[in-house]
């Protein structure tokens, strides 16, 4: 089954279900773009989602330090009672303790109240394990979970016929 249909069935299969899924792959194959259709199903359905980079969320998490009048546990809350909450760029952030403790908290307060989330990353199973822990990708896995492999060109490349690397 290839991305496109397994997209079409988490959308299908959402109601009821704490699947997750991790897109991962190299820039430009479609991650960010398969997860905002998504998204945006889920939305016609009425459901709430939030696609959300990890620089986003420390710098949100960071905020709340300054009298911005949300708090660290408004935040989490915020997000984790969305329907569906994806972080995208995985991997890109700076492998902080402080980083690693709030996608935990995050991941962990989504999968106890049977939320699911996805993550969109450029690393591989090994990688991500390493980077999240081992904790984090159990939770990941709940359900029916997917981990889908963009494993082709990038699309950009394509396009300008310009290699990226």
Request: charged share 25%; hydrophobic share 40%; with cysteine.
């Amino acid at each position: 089954m290839n991305a496109l249909s397994k997209a079409r069935q988490y959308v299908e299969e959402f109601d009821g279900n704490i699947a997750s899924f991790i897109f991962s792959g190299k820039p430009g194959t479609g991650k960010n773009h398969l997860a905002a259709a998504i998204c945006n199903e889920l939305l016609l359905r009425g459901k709430s989602v939030l696609i959300i980079t990890v620089a986003d969320i420390m710098s949100a998490m960071k905020d709340t330090f300054r009298n911005s009048g949300t708090s660290e546990e408004q935040l989490l809350n915020d997000l984790s009672n969305v329907d569906l909450l994806v972080i995208d760029e995985i991997g890109v952030q700076t492998e902080s303790k402080y980083e690693k403790v709030i996608i935990n908290q995050i991941v962990d307060r989504r999968s106890s109240s049977k939320r699911p989330t996805g993550m969109l990353t450029n690393s591989n199973m090994e990688e991500m394990t390493k980077l999240l822990g081992e904790r984090v990708m159990d939770r990941m896995r709940l359900g029916n979970s997917l981990w889908v492999i963009f494993n082709w060109d990038s699309y950009r490349s394509r396009v300008t016929g310009r290699k990226e690397y």
